[in-house]
């Protein structure tokens, strides 16, 4: 019970001890990454569609956000001029109500660097956007369920959108779009001090201590966002 409510608030992708269960010998399920070129894809689908979700799909595919983080971002939080956004508390849910509080660690606790096509495409969606939260049709934070429906309904359309043009889109599940952002960025030789800064990697001790802070902007710079 207790893994099961850590998948459902984002803070783990899948039951440890789920492996006990399997016959011996049978492989355990990997996590799966988008290649770059569907990626490009899914950016072209998203700026052609532009909607609440096409905004929350571009951040997760994007940054890498996990979905707490996401539903947890405050209108206020949001600064378009500088492109940044203040990553400040999560969206869990305790005893069936949606909550609103800090985030997962204190390095989760960080100011992501956006591009200006993102900044661009909040303002686009301005008349859209809920007035506390900027992924939510409420003045609350949005369910996580909602989203996880909200998000399986958005890719299976991107998806259908680009089969009926022969070009065969894998389906990725939410949390497996940080773990492709983050290969993508490994993948192309980018700073790995800037990846986890932007991403909020918990193990920054030793790098922290050594190199000291990274501003927004030096991790604008080494990831070219």
Do not use: C
Request: hydrophobic share 40%.
């Amino acid at each position: 019970m207790i893994f099961k409510k850590a998948i459902y608030n984002d803070y783990i992708y899948k039951n440890p001890m789920a492996g006990y269960k399997l016959s011996v010998g049978k492989p355990t399920k990997k996590k799966h990454t988008m290649p770059e070129e569907q990626m490009l894809y899914l950016f072209d689908y998203i700026f052609s569609n532009p909607s609440v979700m096409s905004l929350a799909v571009d951040m997760l595919a994007r940054y890498g956000m996990s979905r707490s983080e996401l539903l947890g971002i405050q209108r206020s939080s949001v600064d378009l001029d500088n492109l940044v956004i203040h990553v400040v508390q999560s969206v869990t849910v305790q005893d069936h109500a949606v909550e609103a509080g800090n985030t997962k660690n204190k390095y989760r606790t960080r100011d992501v660097a956006i591009s200006r096509m993102t900044a661009d495409l909040i303002r686009e969606l301005e008349p859209e956007l809920s007035e506390n939260y900027l992924i939510s049709y409420t003045d609350s934070p949005m369910h996580p369920e909602t989203f996880s429906r909200r998000y399986k309904k958005f890719m299976n359309d991107f998806i259908e959108y680009f089969a009926k043009k022969d070009i065969k889109i894998d389906y990725i599940r939410i949390h497996e779009m940080r773990h492709t952002r983050a290969s993508l960025w490994v993948s192309e030789d980018k700073s790995l001090f800037a990846i986890a800064n932007q991403m909020g990697w918990a193990n920054l001790d030793m790098l922290k201590k050594r190199y000291g802070h990274v501003n927004v902007d030096t991790v604008r710079t080494l990831l070219d966002i």
